[in-house]
């Protein structure tokens, strides 16, 4: 009994990351904008794989832990881009696998500012693992638990624009616009759906000198049904292999959900490492230890010109 009121607070703050914000949310979001918006793909010349890994809540049993790897380039001179995604996302006994190939095109609109609209189709698979069920009282299985696995695959479609040029950004984007039924049993009525989920995310680069940049960067994410949120954050570069930053994410309640630092560093031209730690500020903080974060990002030559190389500090 001593574990329930920790048990009814984890509830609390679980019920709107399963059934609110259905998506996995990233402190490095600036590393995947592809996961977010089908129009960056193709944004940079160079052929470019991101991999994120995300440890929610560390101490927290059964916390949320997420894994991303994408993949984009350029396939035209004119601009047309591919990309493709794959996600895993487990929460207590849910497993969620998410596979989505995305195609954009880019329409140069003046000074090196390009104007991109794209479009993405995904299939996503839902497990949940009944059978592993901890019950807390004791006495046998709950019949009201299904005593199995059960698993559902469902499709969906996404579109967005991205507005991009040499020292800024702004994204639009509904990564899903079908609102699927999503519940595993076989009951009539329909429980849960796939929650439509708008993004608008931007960034600028100040460039103070040959050593020194800012780039302030913003993540908007909008649901029905759930609070508004949005992630704030602020990384310097020094030169042109280290960098650092801080971020911000409004929680739920009105209030701030974390702090985070970030702390990066190219380790040669094609390679970058990132590594973030959230530290929780809402009522949940108590029972767990924050969250961590790695990122990696390899990239080769572009179409066009096979010896250019994403520099690290570059927004797209």
């Known amino acids: 009994m001593k574990k329930l009121p920790l ?8 019920t709107p990351f399963l059934w609110g914000q259905q998506d996995a949310q990233y402190t490095q979001f600036m590393y995947n904008k592809l996961g ?15 991999a994120i ?3 929610q809540w ?9 894994q991303l790897a994408t993949f984009n380039t350029n396939i035209t001179a004119a601009g047309t881009g591919v990309g ?7 929460v207590g006994l849910e497993q969620q696998y998410n596979v989505e190939g995305s195609y954009a ?7 090196g500012t390009r104007l991109g609209i794209g479009v993405s189709a995904s299939a996503r698979y839902f497990n949940i693992e009944y059978q592993n069920a901890d019950p807390i009282q004791g006495g046998g299985a709950d019949q009201a638990i299904p005593g199995a696995t059960e698993s559902k695959v469902v499709p969906n479609f ?9 020292n800024f950004y702004f994204g639009l984007s509904l990564p899903r616009m079908l609102e699927n039924n999503i519940d595993l049993g076989e009951e009539e009525t329909i429980i849960s759906r796939e929650a439509r ?19 302030p960067q913003l993540l908007t994410k909008i649901v029905a049904g759930a609070p508004f949120d949005a992630d704030i954050n602020v990384t310097a570069y020094l030169g042109e292999s280290l960098f650092s930053g801080l971020s911000y994410r409004l929680g739920g309640n009105g209030g701030g959900e974390s702090a985070s630092a970030l702390f990066g560093v190219s380790l040669s031209e094609h390679l970058t490492l990132g590594l973030t730690y959230d530290l929780g500020l809402s009522d949940l903080r108590t029972a767990q230890s924050g969250s961590i974060e790695c990122m990696l990002r390899y990239s080769v030559g572009g179409r066009s010109d096979a010896g250019r190389i994403v520099d690290p500090r570059d927004l797209r």
């Open 7 to 14: 048990l009814c607070c984890a509830l609390f703050f679980l």
């Open 36 to 50: 977010l918006n089908p129009a960056y793909a193709g944004a940079v010349e160079s052929a470019t794989f991101h």
């Open 53 to 55: 890994v995300r440890q």
């Open 58 to 66: 560390l101490g927290f049993e059964d916390a949320p832990s997420s």
């Open 84 to 90: 493709a995604r794959f996600s895993r996302v487990t």
């Open 105 to 111: 095109y880019r329409f140069a609109i003046g000074r």
């Open 158 to 166: 996404g579109a967005g624009i991205f507005l991009d040029g040499p």
């Open 197 to 215: 989920h708008y993004y608008f995310m931007g960034g600028m680069k100040f460039k103070l000198n040959d050593k020194f940049a800012l780039e």
